[in-house]
């Protein structure tokens, strides 16, 4: 059946292709809030999801700004209306609920139209859902993979790509701002993407911004690191991977899951789309972390070996201690600071190892250095100097100031400090009230927002000894993370009172 | 952080509650689409879901009709805007899909919120998704029923409540409007609730409507049935199960599933809220119905049974061939014409059959029959025309004309048969096509729109016999279902030629 309805043209934009029809009309066509109609209009047709509102008449259709630009339909005129069946791809998201697996053109129609904008969010979330409670085959992952790559943009260059990627879940993990600039200074080409925050007070995207630019064009970044060897740049921006954003942002996001098919293709489909070659990948592990067992690190280990050995990277994976934040700092400016710190031969012992160790493993893998001498090879590079002037390249041609010293980056005005309520040695840091604590103060987007910690696990503090200090840029915000950081005690004391009970007498 | 944003109203109205920011106050606020935030305007503060719109400028909110309804805000006035995190039922859900079993009070919370809007489509597919997936344990399944229970409108009568309930999945299942009348007349109480057909060509709602009125206040409900003892009306106007309606049109119709444990809670819930005793509940089973196995349907069985023991409804299950229709037709208005038929005494066996063998379970629960003898005794007030006069009474108590005759009953005028292509005799019914065939014609929407088989599996027909008529109240429809019909089979006569290979030479 077609009905042929007036545009009534609506002054919004929604997230999704959608158009408004009044229930009675909706009935008449055989559909329901979030079916899909065809609309045609002088010559172009288009899908859409249908909405119901009693504020259109039986005799419109209500057009969004861009729903109306889609058909190029000025208010009043008729619209032909009719019912369209889901596509394909709804077909093989159902397939998959009910848990057959899904071959490779299956999957690339999924992605394919996630990226097209054409599925719900409810059709999203069954895609991801089933994905985390069905689970993946490696050839389902590897076809993931290859359709998250097919759906974004490619850089390739003319020389061996070395490349860094951590899982993530740690805070403070500013590693890739003293491991690229190492492996840079060694010879090798790595052009490192990197993601903002989306639920963490700082993603190493945002970390990266307060020294330089980090948003670039494909060719933007293939130029940038092909002159200076290495390059820290938003990926989002770059466009390698849309599919991820659209999967994280609509389901992984709100319902707090990360499926480990879905991880794992994400990773790897950005590190084929700028064409790694040689990757190590940081596997933070231990409680308060994404991964809590040594065990399951393991396992996730293996499973990117083998997408790596499908795809064609080398893949070394590092399990390293996830428990407690790296290094002191958590906030853009705060980390920015002490990943300079790092490379100008300052700053805590725990980044300088962990950037090291990492670094080394790839070094290793180029040849550069023989068989575990990778990590001693690294702290030659960082102590000589060699690190920290390739980071200055490297700011430098992303249009950032190259003499900047750490002593110079701004961090927040507003400061507070928690003392230790009584002597003893801190017995534990905790991964979420750290994090919860920077971002109520203002990270990511106020920059110089965040968290430093001035001890960690086994360090021996005095009462009174500031344990934790609180960096804002707006007064207001300080106080909100002070209030949390007093209830969710982001680090304690052994030897502290932390319940009386009954607490009422 | 609390932005200060003028009202920008919007004329059009949203399904959930929802404002409109643009990007970059939404990330001020550290919100991302889908996120939720608070809005407080002159006393008043609520909740909506984030939608970011670049047609937003940076100094104003935009708010549907209902948004700034609620807000009680005129153009221009300033909103205070702040992140809002989501309630506490999202967790639960996290919870769930995480495999943890959910308590009385976190299920409640669900439903709770559910039935007031306040969650997105992701977060109520990650439930459903994850009841599908990870399962219930009964406890859950108790706790979601009363959860749908509390959440809707009761109904109580003065004396035992008999009920007769179908999991659906086979076409033209008309039996209740045979059941019901039967009961009825052994002078018993029994106030039928149904549904709408939501993909299927009809449900017993639609069919009812063609002789009577099947929407009531819960008042007039209970006087109807009360007066007459029996009554069949669209249980979605009653208000007993809204949470229900909502699960369905949000999750399991796109994503094509039915969670086991949803099934038979908001079954359960429908009873209980009716204050139904004794239950007798049908599992049409076999290929093309929704349970495919009989061991299936024995422990669907038992889990009615014990959810039922919990709530204080006695259960007796069902199990029926499901895997062709029930009778011979299809769609609302021939539906209700071959259930008045059978009350006659006319009519297909099969559905006199399946009625009366219902129907004979409650009189036996009842003690208005003896043990194995009520099937007999339903067939006694079948024949004896009781049934008949008792479902007249129900009519003009519902509204409609008691005068009815199975002939009176309009059907569409718009017919076309399906001749048998050769001799043999029927080897295949498909339930899938049957449906498909009767909703292109036009049904449940068109009342006179469906399927009437000539004939079912075993019988002789024929080359040029008719097998199938289509019945249709436009001629553009009764083109559309033909051209299905042709494409589907939904008979097959064994001796046809159904495929040719190659089907080029």
Redesign the interface.
Known sequence: ?VLLLKAKL??????LPTV?LNGDVA??L?V???SRVKCEYGGISRTFFV??????PKNRV?L??KSAKALNVAAGRPVKVSYCPPPDS?GY??KK?QGHALGRDEIMAITRDVVDGVL???????FM??Q???GMSMEEIEYLTNSIVETGSKIEFDRPVYDKHSIGGVPGNKVSLVIVPIVAAAGLLIPKTSSRA?TSPSGTADTMSVLANVEFTPSEFKSIASKVGGSIAWGGKLGLAPADDIFI???E?????DPISQMIASVMAKKVAVGANYLVLDIPTGRGSKVEKTEDARALASSFMEIGRRVGIHVVCGITYGSQPVGHAVGPALEAREALQCLEGKGPISLREKSTALAGVLLEMSGVATSGNGQSVAKRILDSGQALKKMKEIIEAQGGDPRIRSQDIAVGSHVVSLPSPCDGYISEVDNNAINEVA?AA?AP?DKGAGVLLHGKRGYVVKKGDPILDIYAE?A??LSDAYSIAQRSKPITVEGMLLHLIPDTI
Do not use: F, N, Q
């Open positions: 059946m609506l002054d919004y934009v929604d997230r408004l009935s008449s055989g329901i809030e979030g909405a119901i509102s009693s504020s259109i209500g969004d700004r709804v998201i159902k609920i719900s969010d409810a059709e999203i979330c069954g859902l089933s985390h409670l069905r989306i942002r609509r389901c996001h709100p319902l707090g899951i971002k203002g987007t707006h207001s915000k």
